[in-house]
């Protein structure tokens, strides 16, 4: 349903949460971080309007850098700033700011939006991209157009779900897109415009995120050096590669079908547009077979997705049944 902020109630207030990345950065020769909480707002324009805009630094680091601990307390910090009704946007780096994203929507339970940005150029770079973001971000937090939407992700003036979100180019403005989905929407002139949404799942609230989960893909000739390998380390958990639409050779799908009687075992297609399908094929290892295993299939989630939506299953102590009904959600 299509949805425009310039027909709604005044703004809510907005909090922006600062985690680091390439909006912080500054350098002629090698950006590193150095923009605070305060210097990102000092980059927007002075004729901002938003009631009680605040900033605050939750910690400022190349998001590469950052650990499972680091993501969870962003994630609780922006979602329990949401619980009081307040907009929040994290500025956050690309290169994981997807993973930190799902994990958000994971745990996010409240209406007001929590809208996930950030900048491919630093901010002392010609052309930096990093405010226009920031203002887009803010606008979408602050508007009711985006109330009980969940996580988004806001960059080059496209509004998209932290389920579907992925960072597609490493230079482009518009970095991130949604392959499965589309975008949700836009920001024009200030303007966010939304005209379609996901589902919302039920949140979880896990107390850590401790256990291990590999992401194991498959190619070409894959003779199980890689599965044995991850195996051999006794992870908690495992994303696995499946090619097309949930196939794999013989010996890979018997390996992993055992592991599934042990451990929860999550797998993928590896098409960034692709699905698990039921029964189109019907050759040996095919996703019939497949889903005749107790594999767990991640519908439309990413393999970087589908592991922190695994990683946040596994820390609530959901059992391998509550964690197949929890990725059945999105197993359309």
């Not at 425009?4 to 909006?23: C, E, H, K, M, Y």
């Not at 994981?96 to 929590?114: G, K, S």
Request: charged content about 20%; proline content about 7%; glycine content about 10%.
């Amino acid at each position: 349903m299509l949805s425009d902020s310039r027909a709604q109630p005044r703004p809510r207030s907005v909090s922006v949460l600062v985690a680091g990345g390439t909006i912080s950065m500054t350098g002629e020769s090698g950006a590193s971080p150095d923009l605070d909480a305060e210097g990102l707002l000092r980059s927007l324009p002075p004729n901002v309007d938003i009631d009680g805009l605040k900033a605050e630094t939750v910690i400022n680091v190349p998001s590469a850098h950052l650990s499972l601990g680091d993501q969870l307390e962003i994630c609780r910090k922006a979602r329990d700033t949401a619980r009081r009704g307040i907009g929040v946007v994290v500025t956050h780096g690309t290169d994981t700011l997807e993973e930190t994203a799902m994990l958000c929507d994971v745990l996010h339970d409240a209406e007001a939006p929590i809208v996930f940005t950030g900048a491919i150029r630093p901010a002392s770079s010609a052309g930096a991209d990093g405010p226009a973001n920031l203002l887009d971000a803010i606008s979408v937090a602050a508007s009711e157009a985006a109330s009980g939407m969940g996580v988004l992700v806001c960059f080059g003036g496209e509004i998209h779900h932290a389920r579907g979100a992925r960072k597609t180019d490493t230079t482009s403005l518009v970095a991130f897109s949604s392959p499965q989905t589309g975008p949700l929407g836009r920001v024009t002139e200030g303007h966010p415009t939304i005209w379609s949404q996901i589902p919302r799942n039920p949140s979880l609230d896990p107390p850590a995120l401790e256990s291990r989960v590999l992401v194991v893909p498959t190619s070409a000739g894959d003779d199980g050096t890689l599965a044995r390998a991850a195996l051999d380390t006794s992870p908690d958990g495992v994303v696995i590669g499946t090619l097309g639409a949930g196939h794999v050779s013989p010996p890979i799908l018997e390996l992993w079908a055992e592991a599934a009687e042990r451990m929860p075992v999550i797998v993928y297609s590896r098409p960034e547009r692709g699905v698990i399908l039921n029964a189109t094929y019907g050759y040996r290892a095919s996703e019939r077979d497949l889903r005749e295993t107790n594999v767990i299939p991640a519908g439309f989630l990413s393999p970087q997705a589908a592991r922190m939506k695994l990683l946040a299953c596994l820390g609530s102590g959901l059992n391998i049944e509550e964690i197949r009904w929890a990725f059945g959600q999105d197993d359309g």
